[in-house]
């Protein structure tokens, strides 16, 4: 789906004809990217695309989302593949998730909770590593004056970012009814991730998994 930028759905029916039951995982990205062509993408430009992602979140920018573009471009692929539930790894639209929720009837949030200063630590170290400048900007850019003008990158500058992010995703989703929305943590996720898969079944109505616990 990451190569056909134009046309997911094609990525996906390539991908399935090529690829046939293969499902080989790298375990292994790089700033969301992945060597293997079954491993999970991050799908990036996507969510960038729709939901103007590239620039700071302001509030009139929902007015410029093309709703029925994006809805026919989850149904194609969704229909890709056969039917069934997809899930999208998509950060970003936790800013928005109230809209996407209102304009995607059939949309369901999994948000997951990870430890503050984790967060921190490791936005700061992917800015220096990546960018290689800490006067430059990495992640989301809430729209609150002094997020913005802060630099050079310092712990306290992204520890401010990252609570500005949260505080705006907190907000964006405390109206979705709860039938429509589970939070877990990151960490039980990662130190119990068929507890948490069997919670996010349960909670969401899905058919029961094929995957067991060994």
Same mark, same amino acid.
């Given at each position: 789906? =990451?190569?056909?930028?134009?046309?997911? =759905?094609?990525?996906?029916?390539?991908?399935?004809?090529?690829?046939?039951?293969?499902?080989? @995982?790298?375990?292994?990205?790089?700033?969301?990217?992945? $060597?293997? #062509?079954?491993? $999970?993408?991050? %799908?990036?430009?996507?969510?960038?695309? %729709?939901?103007?992602?590239?620039?700071?979140?302001?509030?009139?920018?929902?007015? =410029?989302?093309?709703?029925?573009?994006?809805?026919?471009?989850?149904?194609?692929?969704?229909?890709?593949?056969?039917?069934?539930?997809?899930?999208?790894?998509? =950060? &970003?639209?936790?800013?928005?998730?109230?809209?996407?929720?209102?304009?995607?009837?059939?949309?369901?949030?999994?948000?997951?909770?990870?430890?503050?200063?984790?967060?921190?630590?490791?936005?700061?170290?992917?800015?220096?590593?990546?960018?290689?400048?800490?006067?430059?900007?990495? &992640? %989301?850019?809430? $729209?609150?004056?002094?997020?913005?003008?802060?630099?050079?990158?310092?712990?306290?500058?992204?520890?401010?970012?990252?609570?500005?992010?949260?505080?705006?995703?907190?907000?964006?989703?405390?109206?979705?009814?709860?039938?429509? @929305?589970?939070?877990?943590?990151?960490?039980?996720?990662?130190?119990?991730?068929?507890?948490?898969?069997?919670?996010?079944?349960?909670? %969401?109505?899905?058919?029961?998994? #094929?995957?067991?616990?060994?």
């Amino acid at each position: 789906m =990451a190569k056909f930028p134009d046309d997911p =759905a094609k990525g996906v029916k390539f991908g399935r004809d090529l690829l046939k039951d293969s499902r080989q @995982i790298s375990f292994h990205s790089e700033y969301g990217n992945t $060597p293997e #062509m079954t491993d $999970p993408s991050e %799908f990036g430009w996507f969510w960038r695309q %729709f939901l103007n992602l590239n620039a700071p979140m302001s509030n009139g920018q929902m007015d =410029a989302v093309d709703w029925d573009g994006l809805q026919k471009a989850l149904s194609s692929i969704k229909q890709a593949w056969g039917g069934i539930p997809i899930v999208y790894k998509c =950060a &970003g639209m936790g800013f928005h998730a109230k809209e996407v929720a209102s304009n995607i009837s059939d949309s369901v949030f999994l948000m997951i909770r990870r430890n503050e200063e984790d967060v921190i630590t490791s936005t700061l170290s992917a800015s220096i590593e990546r960018l290689g400048d800490r006067n430059a900007h990495y &992640g %989301f850019r809430p $729209p609150l004056p002094d997020v913005q003008n802060w630099s050079p990158q310092t712990k306290a500058r992204v520890g401010h970012q990252v609570r500005a992010t949260n505080e705006l995703m907190n907000k964006a989703v405390e109206d979705i009814h709860y039938s429509r @929305i589970l939070h877990i943590g990151y960490e039980d996720l990662v130190k119990s991730p068929f507890s948490s898969l069997s919670e996010i079944q349960h909670h %969401f109505s899905l058919k029961p998994s #094929m995957i067991e616990e060994e």
